[in-house]
């Protein structure tokens, strides 16, 4: 064992290092993304804006391919490889799929991507001499390649157990792929150590994809983790010529799309600038604050191990296995400072970093500690699973009665009906739950993966049963669906041949859902005879929502379960 090895906190014997049986990491991926990805309406905001400019490159052509739009909303944020993705997709499968189940397709790359990259890299660092556990006087140490596996595995578990994660790798926004541009980013960093050319090519990908993806906005901060780690007394120190090479590639491939998108329309690309722009500010407190406070929940349980990776490992900081995914987490962490308003896809970079780092304290913590998380995961999680029947019980039964009232009141005029195909199902994921608890408390396995895959098993049966027993209501609750068949209808009897209509305070998630639905487009010609205004119940009973005094009124809508908000198709008499 050589000298380097023989200081690291990290302490466990090989049977700790027991192979986790592939099937059960790939099925267990494989049930995490498909529960919820397709069979479901597209639900506002990112997730149907995300689709519709998918939607409108694929059957508009043209400049929408280089710069994305909602119908003729201009959508001048993020970035177009989200929309390539997809629009490629729907042209592919869709004719057999349908639009909007092809449209979904990408999530599973991104996830593909996410996840490899995750278990390859953790790999790649946990192998290395300085990542080693501690030499035992008589032997019985695990091999590197053991050891390495074993932290890649915990790793990709701690991922697909992150409870912020859930629902945003299951829509189709930039978020679950610019997660995967930071995975790969890791993934060619750790590449590059020991093979540079094919490191610094993946590496170079990996940045301009993110920048295609999100802009500055998810690319900056991956790219100054990028700098950091090739820094003096780092690993990747003595690579630092080949991060030249990694740039390039990255900038090729980021004006191959640049220098014709600000050829083809000024103002989508000042649009583009202002909003890159505007996404920064000086910090506030106020959303200092309240990061500080939606964080906690977003990265559980992964950030407490995190920190303690870093904590354990501050001798070995500059190693691969603490450096690279630190400098990640740091320059992630940094920007939520300077953000003007940070959301869930600015949080969705601290993920994989926390998830790496968490992986390896692991290895450092006694087997007390380890056995309570263990107990913990089974308690947390099995007390979310019982709450999901519970809801259900509480839908179909209206019993506890408190619940079904909290639950009638989001769900207002759905009428509840049971699959029985999808209540078996349900009933097979809580038995394998259940046998899975059990044999964790029969067996007492000394696999250091065991909790972990507790946690990450525990979150995706929880998700699965939500998705059987709780996606019509969450459909009928989210969905556009039927407010846009009740516009199209009101359309066909009023609209006359070759009259526009123009949209008034309709928000880009609506005007999104209505194009994907039935292909309606809102004009913004200001000559429009019709109008579709979006507006609130309030709005309307106080007079604060009259548009003129030519308007006449000729459909209302909305959804049932939504007590606020309502649409109105106006005609507006022109002659006044």
Known sequence: MSPISRSTPARLTASATAKLPRLVLLGLSLAYILAGLFMRDPWKTEDAVGLATMITAFREGGSTWLLPQVGQLAFAQEGPLLTWAGAICIALFGPWLGEITAGRLPNLLWFG????????????????AEAQPLALPFGGEPAPRDYGRMLADAALLLLLATVGILQRTHETSVVPAIMAWQALAFYGMARTLDRPLSGVITLGVALAAA???????GALPIMLGTLVAFAPRSALWARRYWLAGAIAVAAVLILAWWIPASHGS?????NWKTWNLASFSWPSWSDIGRTARDLPWYLWPTWPLALLAVWRWRDWVFAPHIW???GLALFAAGELVFLSEPTEAEYILLVVPCAILGAFSLPTLRRGVVNTLDWFAI????????TAWLGWIALHFGWPAQIARNIARQTTGYEPTISWFAFALALIVTAAW???????????PLALWRGTVLSASGLTATWILL?????????YARSYRDVSAELKTALDQHRRPGECVRGLSVGSGQRASLLIFDNLTLSYDSRCALVLQQTTRERLRDGQAAFSEGATELWRGGRRADRHEIFRLLRIDQSR
């Open 467 to 475: 998705v059987l027993l709780w996606q019509p209501a969450v459909d």
């Open 266 to 270: 000024s103002y989508w690309i000042d």
């Open 324 to 326: 690279l995914a630190s």
């Open 113 to 128: 991507i996410t996840t490899v990259s995750v278990w390859y890299g953790t790999y790649l660092v946990g192998r290395r």
């Open 211 to 217: 920048f295609l993806t999100r802009g500055w906005v």
């Open 379 to 386: 308690m947390c999680f099995s007390l979310t699973v019982a």
């Open 434 to 444: 259940t046998v899975l608890v059990a044999w964790r408390l029969r067996s007492k």
